[in-house]
């Protein structure tokens, strides 16, 4: 999962296994989540996202699952693949009003093991 | 469809100088927004835009001044540059406001100045 600090938590998957990535959120007045995965040496890339009334949202061969209650968002990834080796960060909106500010977590980064 | 295109790719200042960093979208997105990156931190919101002629600061707006002359372009100016600039900076939009629409990011501009 996610975690303040200099270094990024890394999670090494074999090729072909599932990956699940967490992420813990910091606001419980967030209704808009995304999950962005970051190649080397580009930008951030949207992968899904979910709303706050939904807890369950698939994409294809990704899932996001949100539970309110404790504030954590994870994202699954099925028969993971070298191409899938990135990192990946969650992203909470703000509560109404203010600026348009996300929050954006520092990021897990993923090693696909051929 | 480019997408979201930033130049320059990189760049090496030295303390004090001044650049320009460019940002262009054709997606026809309504906002815009530029952040920097930082190591073991999430992405921060520097300033963005909400439409043609307007800006509005971010986070961290010190040290940075941005224009919206065009409704495809975004651009980020640094003046006297300091060695805290240090940093990759990604440019994005979205279509609707990014508290509720994922945003489109270029491949960021790596800036080091010493």
């Known amino acids: 999962g996610e975690s303040v600090g200099l270094h990024l938590p890394t999670l090494s998957v074999q090729e072909g296994d599932n990956s699940i990535i967490n992420c813990a959120y910091s606001?419980?007045?967030?209704?808009?989540f995304i999950w962005y995965k970051q190649e080397s040496g580009k930008g951030p890339q949207f992968i899904i996202d979910?709303?706050?009334?939904?807890d369950k949202r698939q994409g294809q061969r990704v899932t996001v699952l949100l539970n309110k209650t404790v504030k954590h968002l994870s994202l699954q990834i099925a028969a993971t693949q070298p191409g899938d080796s990135a990192v990946y960060f969650c992203?909470?909106?703000?509560?109404?009003?203010?600026?348009?500010?996300?929050?954006f977590g520092i990021g897990t980064k993923l090693q696909v093991i051929p | 469809n480019a997408g979201v295109t930033q130049t320059p790719k990189f760049r090496v200042l030295k303390t004090g100088q001044s650049m320009t960093l460019l940002c262009a979208q054709d997606?026809?997105?309504?906002?815009m927004y530029w952040y920097r990156q930082d190591p073991g931190m999430g992405l921060r919101l520097i300033h963005y835009?909400?439409?043609?002629?307007?800006?509005a600061k971010g986070e961290v707006p010190d040290g940075y001044n941005v224009s919206r002359l065009k409704k495809q372009n975004f651009l980020l100016g640094l003046e006297s540059t300091a060695p805290s600039q240090t940093s990759v900076y990604f440019c994005?939009?979205?279509?609707?406001?990014?508290?509720?629409?994922?945003?489109?990011f270029g491949n960021g501009t790596r800036l080091t100045v010493t």
């Open positions: 992203a909470e909106n703000n509560p109404p009003g203010g600026y348009q500010k996300v929050t």
């Open positions: 606001n419980s007045a967030s209704d808009y």
């Open positions: 979910i709303r706050s009334n939904m």
């Open positions: 997606m026809n997105h309504e906002y």
């Open positions: 835009s909400v439409g043609e002629g307007t800006t």
């Open positions: 994005a939009s979205s279509l609707l406001t990014g508290k509720n629409s994922p945003l489109h």
